[in-house]
């Protein structure tokens, strides 16, 4: 049982925070507002006045927010993590954000000598609550092993990639093909439809393809129409699209389907539904196809 | 125990008419060059004089050529298929060609009294070998149920999906995301290792991502370099990706994603790595960022 | 003065034929329908029963129809211009088909002891009234120096390229550049409208600058409306960008603008806005950002 | 005669100057590296030991810097230009930076009592040299009128676009175009080439077709050969294009024909040809097709 601090609870964060209070771990939580954390409250979890008291109350601390920005927002200024920081601590951020940004943390982080790691999490919030998720490490190796049960307390899969920033550069690498893939999928499903196959059928034939990656299989369905909860919307796509995009440039690597996939996602927000799961890149085609779907642009 | 007909033996070709031979089936074969088809001869095959006499010879006819043209090359004329049928003589193509060039043979074939079915195989040669391919079908569901046993002797994974043409189309639409999909797996891979984190690793953490699709699984490996044997060439995938965006323009279906990586293959075939598998897309993009690879570009 | 035959007259062969009138030259001309000849006929133009009986009737006898399978319907066959032609005459392809297509018919046209030009026409039908087209020529030397005073007197700029096939390359080079100029031209009015600037005033200060054109000169305009009459429809430009991308694979170039410019017209037809000029590029990617225009999608 | 100043000496930066001297104006100039302002120096401006001390002693104070972080770098903090602003005077930022930055620093400026100008040039060096540059204009109307003669001073054609950012926006808008535009005419080079018509002859009949803009017609005959001096580089470029790009996201814009043609500098980059005029777009292509050019890949 550890003194574990995590700060940003959307859905992600607090599914993770409640598999922390299941392990059992004592947590202590903070998020830009309150409202979010009661749930997790009732549940065993203290909470925090800012970033910096949850630091200072535990020997390990997370984020996970939305980009870059927000990354630098709770852990920068006198009320900011690493002002909480002291030695032997850990600092684990799960946020898909740029990995410069992220080697320049971890050396600020450094300078308090405490350590940072950068632990993006692939799968969603139900494969967490599942215990499925699997977690990608990047940073020095002692301070990952220390922090190895409490990773495994929240998914079963945790591996060691390499320095710092390595592994939010491998989540973003995969996460670009999560949006490939699903454009992919939606104009074979279109053809298919428009030669007079019912999409379901194409949706199922598809599906048992060599081409159903996890992603399309539990994807792929949402062609047939969108359930309430978002997964992931278009937003968060492009955020992690766009870190592929500027990582491409920086480090000069054309990356061709990802920047024609971007674009559709910017149409998505253009015709007004990007705050759907990025599935509604089938959608966007449909559009432009003369199809009707499930989702009115 | 029937008798089966097979014209074109290429690689493809000669491992399903392995198959049939094992099963044991009575098989007629042809082939454009003699040569190929020696080795079947020695495991009990017969050769027939023409497309025409393979027809005759047999209840059940398949063809596995290269393109279009090709299956119009041993359908039509005095020495073609269907000059061989005749009453209750179904004609299966298992070429992934044009769904329209499809329908119209359909139509001739059904003037001789006999059935016609499109029957593209999902798979490799390896894949066949081991006896797991899955095969779709399309057009009359009497004509497949007569036909299925034979099927079900070259892969396991048999099933009808809709009227002539449907079956070859789902075949174009899966392939389309084989192509598509490749090239996003590579610009991740580029990105990794440009970034520091060794090829090998990027792509072993890939494979054991949400992305990893079969296709993935057994593609992806060809990143850190080419067999021997090349299982589907660039001028192949290329074929099916033309045959896509042809149907994508007849039917009104634009196909980004597929035109950005069919220019992709286009590429492969400028800077002379055409004849290795499509996965020299990872070469191409290589090429691009200045990365060396297994490959001579 | 000098016999000339020609065949397809639609809105630019009728435009051409006008001025072949006025030179004044001796016209028989031939049309699949030939309603549309009627005011040729009664400007002075004879009509024939056949291509064939054009090219009897003529020193020099042209042609100007839809694409290559268009050509082929004219020119072969017992009715068809080949076996009119003989000693001396020469056969003049104004449409704009394939290369290769140009190549094996100039071969055929040998064969009768006569010669081929191919000779595309640069420009519009409003361009040919005002006797400014110009007009690029491929073929034998001596075979055009005998044709281009014929040809000067539909447009003034008349230019020998080099052999068979050359002029309707280059014809397709420049061709793939006007939908590609439009779209970029798209792009930015969008850009501009979105933040603020009138629509009106951002073509006005473009068309000023050094991306104007003469195509982005004249077209730009119909981005804030299109005119009754439709000059080159997206089904047209569709087919020039086919043949474009046709010879890039076949001659391994690249070409990742044309190929997605060409989605982007797929997508004109599948929105039910492909019977617009081409312009209409704009309106796709207007509906794409959710912007009105005057075009109902 | 005004008291003029101005930051930022590059190629551009200094054509600009010799032509406020010429005029005459009195120029007082800062430079990051005072070296690039010698000839200035002794061509009779006046050196000030900041941007605020070039801004003090002027009347109407000019910036032309690289990007976005250049502009903020000489106009904020203790000896930015902000700092020497005050009643009346009038600041005009030539550069090529995003327009949210641009409102920003303007809503600064007014806190100053003083006005701010977006005023980027169109044109390259050898334009401004000739006189011919045009300079368009955002912001307010009043401040335009009382800069207007210094702007004439520079080049001939100064137009008032609208609120401030608006000028900067139509710049992003059209500069799009231009490496759009070069890509296309690079496809179709290489078309003919690669089809037996010499590159010499195919640009110069492309350059004397509709879609020879007049950028086309000064850039395109790079694809020939590089001259030493470079106009504008992929880094440049590249700038302008992530400017377009971004904007495209915020305002809810696909911009298809950018996005690829970014990939494809990010590919001159990648194979360490960056440096060369935005032309190098052609060699780029050429590489992937196989074709030898003046650059070496």
Redesign the interface.
């Known amino acids: 049982m550890a003194e574990v601090g995590y700060v940003g609870l959307g859905v992600m964060g607090s599914a993770i925070v409640r598999r922390l209070l299941a392990a059992p771990h004592d947590v202590t939580v903070w998020n830009r507002t309150r409202e979010k954390a009661e749930p997790l409250l009732e549940a065993g979890a203290r909470w925090a006045a800012s970033p910096r008291e949850v630091a200072e109350q535990s020997e390990v601390v997370f984020t996970m927010v939305t980009n870059t920005a927000a990354v630098r927002a709770v852990t920068e200024g006198p009320d900011g993590i690493i002002a909480g920081l002291s030695h032997g601590k850990v600092y684990v951020d799960m946020s898909t954000a740029s990995?410069a940004n992220t080697r320049e943390l971890a050396a600020l982080v450094a300078e308090s000598d405490a350590q940072m790691l950068d632990a993006p999490v692939?799968?969603t919030s139900i494969t967490v609550d599942q215990g499925k998720a699997?977690i990608?490490v990047g940073g020095d190796e002692d301070a990952f092993e220390r922090v190895k049960p409490i990773l495994e307390a929240i998914g079963p899969?945790v591996?060691h990639?390499?320095?710092s920033?390595?592994a939010v550069?491998?989540k973003?690498?995969?996460n670009?093909?999560?949006a490939?893939?699903m454009?992919?999928?939606s104009?074979?499903?279109?053809?298919?439809e428009?030669?007079?196959?019912p999409r379901e059928?194409?949706v199922e034939?598809?599906l048992?393809?060599?081409?159903?990656?996890?992603?399309?299989a539990y994807r792929g369905p949402l062609v047939l129409g969108h359930p309430e909860e978002v997964w992931f919307d278009c937003h968060m796509m492009?955020k992690d699209l766009?870190l592929?995009l500027e990582?491409?440039?920086e480090?000069?690597?054309?990356?061709?389907?990802?920047?024609?996939?971007?674009?559709?996602l910017?149409?998505a927000?253009?015709?007004?539904i990007?705050e759907l799961d990025f599935a509604v890149l089938f959608d966007?085609?449909a559009?432009?196809?003369?199809?009707q779907t499930s989702v009115q642009v």
């Open positions: 990995p692939s799968g699997s990608m899969k591996f990639l390499g320095p920033g390595s550069t491998i973003i690498a995969i670009l093909s999560l490939v893939q454009t992919a999928f104009e074979g499903v279109l053809l298919a428009k030669s007079g196959i059928r194409a034939v598809m048992a393809s060599v081409i159903a990656s996890p992603m399309v492009q766009n592929a990582l491409g440039r480090l000069k690597v054309p990356l061709p389907t990802t920047a024609v996939t971007n674009e559709l910017t149409a927000n253009g015709m007004g990007g966007v085609l559009a432009m196809s003369g199809v």
